[in-house]
């Protein structure tokens, strides 16, 4: 099927061929169908002309806007007209503006971005003519650019935080090497300490032995015994800090565990004059499990809690008290241990579980900064976390959290 040919109507003027001048109103015709929103205005800046398009971006007829004594400042969001006034006023003088946004309001109660450009217009003699305004819709570039900037923002965004992730993983892998190269250096020394130390307590007890029990400073034997415990305790956690001894798990009670290190701790508590309370009430019963057991590897879960419980002590005050408190779910043993002591300074709160790092250094005997160490490398051996709240002079906040269920090849 072929289109019907249409002719010209006998009344229509003839179309311009190419090279003819072409009549007035061609170009009347040309800029009433112009997509975009023209005027023509007088050089005082008064309106001579509007074509259609207004109406698809105002709202208002180009008859109305024809009739205004303030056009176009009406159909211009009441922010932006002060600031267009002012443009009006150099169109008037003979300047030349393109893209500038403004947002036009229109007569339904929406609005819509527009860029506005201008330009001065003379005759072939060059006398002034007015000016030209072209007026066109950028809305949805508007809202492109707006998504775009979102984007950029949300991307900026992410750049931090990756950057922050690596910063922390670089400051984790840092730490990990100072660990690394401690522990080899912890473990060498233990090694080394312990055989002489064997031979100085054998030594003591053959001296003990042969010398009568009223001798002279007969009582400071107890006094070296004790101090070699000491440092055989010392050397056990720096050797400890690198090769923690990875024992089997078991399934066990954690309830009595935890009535295990209260009992082992109730020493250092009577001489502080410091209560222990035990809080078991949040512990669960899943498949397999009793409320209270887990599957773990009990002695070194037992030597965290003792060394939380005894730093716990130790920070608080003649009449205070330590609380223990446990709680199961169906993966989860948590395990918090809270004092009412003096608490941690925020600048060391990030130090706590440094090696060599400590803040008892006002008690002799004390402060080798190994406990929390040994405590933090045996948590994350049983793949947990350890974590600590405190606010200086009202108390810290220790919390472990474990799996319930330790896989004996983990």
């Given at each position: 099927?072929?289109?019907?040919?249409?002719k010209p109507?006998?009344?229509?003027?003839?179309?311009?061929?190419r090279?003819?001048?072409?009549p007035a109103e061609?170009?009347r015709?040309?800029?009433?169908c112009?997509?975009?929103?023209?005027?023509?205005?007088?050089?005082q800046g008064?309106l001579l002309?509007v074509?259609?398009?207004?109406?698809?971006?105002?709202g208002?007829?180009?008859a109305?806007c024809?009739q205004?004594d303030?056009?176009?400042?009406?159909?211009f969001?009441?922010?932006?007209q002060?600031?267009l006034a002012g443009y009006l006023?150099?169109?008037?003088?003979?300047s030349?503006?393109?893209?500038?946004?403004?947002k036009v309001?229109?007569?339904d109660?929406?609005?819509?971005w527009?860029?506005v450009?201008?330009?001065?217009?003379?005759?072939q003699a060059?006398r002034?003519?007015?000016?030209r305004?072209?007026i066109r819709d950028?809305?949805?570039?508007?809202?492109?650019r707006?998504?775009l900037?979102l984007?950029?923002e949300?991307?900026?965004?992410?750049v931090q935080?990756?950057?922050?992730?690596v910063a922390?993983?670089?400051?984790?892998?840092?730490?990990m090497?100072?660990?690394a190269a401690?522990g080899?250096?912890a473990?060498?020394?233990a090694h080394?300490?312990n055989?002489?130390?064997a031979g100085?307590r054998?030594?003591?007890?053959?001296?003990?032995r042969?010398?009568?029990a009223?001798i002279g400073h007969?009582?400071k034997?107890e006094?070296?015994?004790r101090e070699i415990?000491r440092i055989s305790g010392?050397?056990?956690?720096m050797?400890?800090?690198?090769?923690?001894?990875?024992q089997a798990?078991t399934q066990?009670?954690?309830?009595?565990?935890i009535?295990?290190v209260?009992?082992?701790a109730?020493?250092?508590?009577r001489?502080?004059n410091?209560?222990?309370?035990?809080?078991?009430?949040g512990?669960?019963a899943?498949?397999?499990?009793a409320p209270?057991?887990?599957?773990l590897?009990?002695?070194?879960?037992?030597?965290?809690?003792?060394n939380?419980?005894h730093?716990a002590i130790?920070a608080s005050?003649?009449g205070?008290s330590?609380?223990?408190?446990?709680?199961?779910?169906?993966d989860w043993l948590?395990?918090?241990v809270?004092d009412?002591?003096?608490g941690?300074?925020d600048e060391h709160?990030?130090?706590?579980?440094?090696p060599f790092?400590?803040?008892?250094?006002?008690?002799v005997g004390q402060g080798?900064g190994l406990g929390?160490?040994?405590?933090?490398?045996?948590?994350e051996?049983m793949k947990?976390t350890i974590?600590?709240?405190?606010?200086?002079?009202?108390?810290?906040r220790?919390r472990?959290?474990l799996p319930?269920r330790?896989?004996?090849?983990?």
């Amino acid at each position: 099927m072929t289109l019907k040919e249409t002719k010209p109507h006998p009344l229509d003027p003839p179309l311009p061929r190419r090279g003819q001048l072409i009549p007035a109103e061609y170009f009347r015709a040309i800029a009433d169908c112009t997509y975009d929103w023209e005027a023509w205005h007088d050089a005082q800046g008064e309106l001579l002309w509007v074509n259609p398009a207004v109406e698809r971006f105002t709202g208002y007829s180009a008859a109305e806007c024809l009739q205004m004594d303030d056009y176009p400042l009406p159909l211009f969001d009441p922010q932006d007209q002060a600031r267009l006034a002012g443009y009006l006023k150099e169109m008037a003088e003979g300047s030349t503006g393109n893209h500038i946004e403004f947002k036009v309001a229109r007569r339904d109660g929406a609005s819509r971005w527009v860029a506005v450009s201008w330009q001065p217009m003379t005759d072939q003699a060059g006398r002034s003519l007015g000016f030209r305004v072209s007026i066109r819709d950028i809305e949805d570039r508007r809202a492109m650019r707006e998504q775009l900037r979102l984007h950029n923002e949300h991307l900026e965004q992410l750049v931090q935080e990756r950057t922050a992730q690596v910063a922390e993983l670089e400051k984790h892998r840092a730490k990990m090497q100072q660990l690394a190269a401690l522990g080899e250096l912890a473990a060498g020394v233990a090694h080394e300490i312990n055989n002489p130390l064997a031979g100085i307590r054998n030594a003591l007890l053959l001296i003990k032995r042969r010398l009568p029990a009223d001798i002279g400073h007969a009582d400071k034997f107890e006094m070296i015994d004790r101090e070699i415990d000491r440092i055989s305790g010392i050397t056990h956690q720096m050797y400890q800090l690198y090769r923690p001894s990875r024992q089997a798990a078991t399934q066990f009670s954690i309830r009595r565990t935890i009535e295990v290190v209260v009992s082992l701790a109730r020493p250092l508590a009577r001489k502080m004059n410091v209560a222990t309370k035990v809080d078991c009430a949040g512990l669960q019963a899943v498949a397999g499990l009793a409320p209270d057991e887990v599957v773990l590897r009990e002695g070194e879960l037992k030597q965290v809690l003792l060394n939380l419980v005894h730093n716990a002590i130790q920070a608080s005050q003649p009449g205070q008290s330590v609380v223990i408190n446990a709680e199961t779910d169906a993966d989860w043993l948590t395990v918090t241990v809270t004092d009412q002591g003096c608490g941690i300074a925020d600048e060391h709160i990030d130090q706590i579980f440094d090696p060599f790092f400590s803040t008892k250094t006002e008690t002799v005997g004390q402060g080798m900064g190994l406990g929390l160490s040994v405590t933090h490398s045996l948590a994350e051996a049983m793949k947990g976390t350890i974590d600590v709240v405190s606010t200086p002079g009202q108390g810290s906040r220790f919390r472990v959290r474990l799996p319930r269920r330790l896989d004996g090849k983990t």
